[in-house]
């Protein structure tokens, strides 16, 4: 397993080797192109985290017998080139016959060499609506696509808020793209005018420059298409800068870095959510929620449990006798209702879930529920 030279992390790691070595079990690899490093690393948290209750889990429930799961991490840092390369050493010399990934980028940049070498990809937090288009029947996804939450986030902004113009601000990769234009669809669908679109690097720290075109722009809302960190950063500078305009972002400003890094500022923000709710949900989500928090001290992000997800389905797999990709394909297609800490989930003809959204705001200095 590749080593990084960041302690936490590298613990972290050596973690499931605990979980996952038994001398002369048959052992079953699950890959990981996680962003470990780079401009989101929160996500590689995320990952790493869901995947060890999901091993602790299986180890208990005995379903694989004699069999262990092991998890081979590679850093992709949710850049394309890098992902690559992580992939290829997965596939030609791990010999991996499933892998989980994020990062609409990285996605749509795996998918091809997925379906090439027929391995399945599992794809835990990216929306880009091309994902469910590409890579079949090797592509699958536990959340759904950005045409599900953007279109939401218009219509609310149109239909609840009741504001009439909006300043989109996003990331400079295939999520932001995506989630701008689904947005920018159905905003101006509805009647609404977008005043302004304004784009900003991945894992960005200094928003002051398009902030400066927002406030000119003056919009009733803004709505923002990127990562929790980013978002934090963003609100926080935008209430220095004196805009008080409403703000609503995509599912992954749900998390524990938006409060952290905006404090204060992030008070009143919106933000999309799936029927996923660690807190006032169904007793298996509240569940995962406190066995979450007494392990890591937080609470976990959809992304957790999306990965936790994803390493009980290819537990499920495998105990079903599905050891190849194309095996391990055909078995991801007969999920119909399953009831997870996610939700009741079905696999859809183009590999996705389909979920429906809700909207978080933030109170007190938390996300909670929207009325």
Known sequence: MKRWAIGGILSFLMMFMVFTFTHGAELYKFGTVACITGAIPQHGE???????????????????????????????????????????????????????????????????????????????????????????????????????????????????????????????????????????????????????KEIYDLGATDYRTALTKV????????????????????????????????????????????LKLAGEAAEGIYAVAFPYDPVGGSPKMQEFNQRFKNAFGVAPTIYSANSYIAAMLYARAIATGAKTGPEISKFLFTIKGWDTIIGKISIDKDGMVDLPCRFLVVK????????
């Not at 220095?240 to 609503?248: D, H, L, N, S």
């Not at 007190?364 to 009325?371: D, Q, R, T, W």
């Open 46 to 196: 995320y990952t790493l985290r869901g995947f060890k209750l999901a091993l602790e889990d299986i180890e208990k429930s005995g379903m694989l017998k004699d069999g262990k799961i092991e998890v081979v991490a590679e850093d992709g840092q949710n850049v394309p080139r890098v992902a690559l390369a992580a992939l290829n050493k997965l596939i030609n010399i791990d010999k991996v016959q499933y892998f989980e990934t994020v990062g609409s980028s990285v996605v749509l940049a795996l998918a091809p060499i997925a379906a090439e070498n027929k391995v399945v990809l599992m794809n835990t937090a990216a929306t880009h609506p091309k994902i469910k288009e590409i890579g079949k029947p090797y592509v699958f996804s536990l959340i759904p696509g950005t045409a599900s939450e953007s279109k939401a986030a218009a219509q609310f902004s149109f239909t609840e808020l009741k504001e009439k113009s909006a300043s989109i601000l996003y990331v400079n990769n295939e999520y932001g793209h995506g989630a701008r234009d689904i947005f920018e669809k159905v905003f101006t669908n509805l009647g609404g005018k977008i005043v302004g």
């Open 215 to 258: 406030r000119a722009q003056n919009p009733g809302v803004v709505y923002f298409g990127g990562h929790a960190n980013e978002c934090g950063r963003a609100i926080k500078q935008a209430r220095e800068f004196g805009i008080k305009t409403p703000w609503i972002g995509t599912v992954a400003i749900g998390a524990p870095e938006t």
């Open 364 to 371: 007190g200095g938390n996300f909670v529920s929207y009325k």
